[in-house]
């Protein structure tokens, strides 16, 4: 079959056309609430907005796993809460025109929504959990309920790359850091330095790969002005997305614009392979504008130049402790930067953010972090890891990759909620995660669909037992 007219290509293009931006979930639950409705399976929602949706039959239950929100990243001007994706498929590939796809995870939605309707899995008890606000720090696994699912092996769908069976994943939190002052008027050059045409990414998958980080390009400039008076600043559209935009306005004594140019050339010439689309733009004027004081704006442009950003630490297995430099914003109170440090290592997640937030902290800043999601590894005997590699032999005639990813999963909360569970994580191969510029692949989206119909059945086999 042509993978473009599969049914879990036309369910996933249903999704593209349902709004559901991380916060805003309400048209993809009416949805998928929908979807049990007409087949006359049991569906049940939390107070965190998760959905549960089983599909009855005799044996071990078994759980497949996916997000409903997407991250909302676009070139321009696009209402992610109200207007539908416009989808181009070609040469084999799906893209969405300007904003991210949402393939993470409308590709592991589709694929569930297959396996609860599907003729083939007939009989097999599947419980099919879709999870609230992934995007924005694993909101809805962290809030569910620890009796909830029946099921002790869950297949998670939210994993990029089709050659891969992810059994492990890295630890993250988010840091905040607010910085307060009294802004006192001053007088001289007003500037407005702007940063962008950046690729960005997913700051796990794109932290390792010499790509820019706006915040970090704008700060070097700024912090070499002498005199500089911070006047606003604001960057970044997500904590797991690297900063492909950043806009800095402040006051400076002498007209900057010589030491701009030479920096923006050199710059430019360091990131000219990762980044070659990047864009700085410095506006000055005479005038006088509301500002912070100049030795805060010092000891803020310190911080962010001190916080550990990129990748950190590597092992055998890749990389395994890293931390990306991704918001900033001004509400004309509070400077508040947000940091997104990850490791599949426990205590060195624990250092790091107490190094974060110590150098924030240090430079006047009051920081806190969300909850700490910990690392998630699967033991070498798992019986459930040796099936999937099992099914994936089957389907696809060789051998996959199992591995570790550097990205957070929902896996290890929900284990923790689950004595006993054993998880895989496994996904189509998707291109540009969290970008404008991401694309899905039609026929690993198909070839995902039948590992896991796959492993559904093998998993079914294993009977009553252990």
């Excluded at 699912?149 to 939190?173: F, H, K, M, P």
Aim: hydrophobic share 40%.
């Amino acid at each position: 079959m042509n993978p473009s007219e599969s049914r879990e290509m036309e369910l996933f293009r249903e999704l593209t056309g349902i709004p559901r931006p991380s916060g805003h979930l309400d048209r993809i639950g009416a949805y998928l609430k929908a979807f049990a409705a007409g087949r006359d399976l049991d569906c049940r929602e939390d107070g965190a907005g998760n959905i549960l949706i089983s599909r009855p039959g005799k044996g071990r239950a078994i759980v497949l796993q996916g997000h409903q929100d997407m991250v909302a990243n676009s070139l321009g001007d696009f209402d992610f809460v109200s207007q539908p994706l416009s989808i181009t498929e070609s040469d084999g590939w799906v893209s969405a025109d300007g904003t991210t796809l949402g393939a993470d995870d409308g590709a592991g939605m589709a694929i569930m929504l297959c396996a609860l309707e599907d003729p083939s899995l007939e009989g097999i008890p599947i419980e099919c959990l879709f999870t609230a606000d992934e995007e924005i720090g694993l909101i809805g696994a962290s809030k569910m309920s620890s009796d909830w699912l029946e099921g002790r092996e869950l297949i998670n769908i939210d994993s990029e790359d089709g050659g891969e069976i992810i059994v492990g994943s890295a630890g993250s939190t988010d840091i905040r850091a607010a910085f307060s002052q009294e802004r006192v008027r001053c007088c001289g050059k007003i500037c407005r330095l702007t940063v962008s045409g950046l690729l960005g990414g997913h700051s796990a998958m794109e932290i390792g790969s010499g790509r820019a980080n706006a915040i970090s390009v704008a700060a070097k400039f700024v912090a070499g002005i002498t005199g500089a008076r911070l006047i606003s600043a604001s960057a970044g559209a997500a904590p797991n997305i690297i900063p492909m935009r950043c806009e800095i306005q402040f006051v400076a004594r002498d007209d900057p614009r010589e030491t701009f140019a030479k920096y923006s050339g050199a710059v430019r010439a360091e990131f000219a392979e990762s980044d070659p689309g990047m864009a700085l733009f410095l506006w000055v004027a005479d005038g006088c504008a509301s500002a912070w004081p100049e030795q805060f704006t010092g000891r803020f442009f310190e911080a962010l130049l001190s916080c550990p950003n990129g990748p950190l630490e590597c092992d055998s297995r890749g990389l395994r402790t890293s931390s990306n430099l991704a918001m900033i914003s001004d509400d004309g109170k509070e400077l508040t930067v947000v940091a997104k440090p990850r490791s599949s290592d426990p205590s060195e997640l624990d250092s790091l953010i107490g190094r974060i937030e110590g150098i924030f902290g240090s430079m006047g800043a009051e920081t806190s972090h969300s909850e700490v999601f910990p690392p998630w590894l699967e033991p070498e005997d798992s019986r459930l890891v040796g099936q999937a590699v099992s099914a994936y032999r089957k389907v696809y005639g060789k051998e996959p990759r199992v591995a570790c990813t550097h990205g957070g999963l929902e896996s290890s909360t929900i284990k923790s909620k689950h004595p006993g569970m054993s998880a895989v994580s496994v996904g189509p191969t998707i291109i540009g995660a969290h970008t404008p510029g991401e694309r899905m692949s039609l026929e690993s989206l198909c070839m995902t669909k039948r590992f896991v119909f796959e492993l559904v059945r093998g998993i079914h086999s294993f009977g009553d037992g252990d």
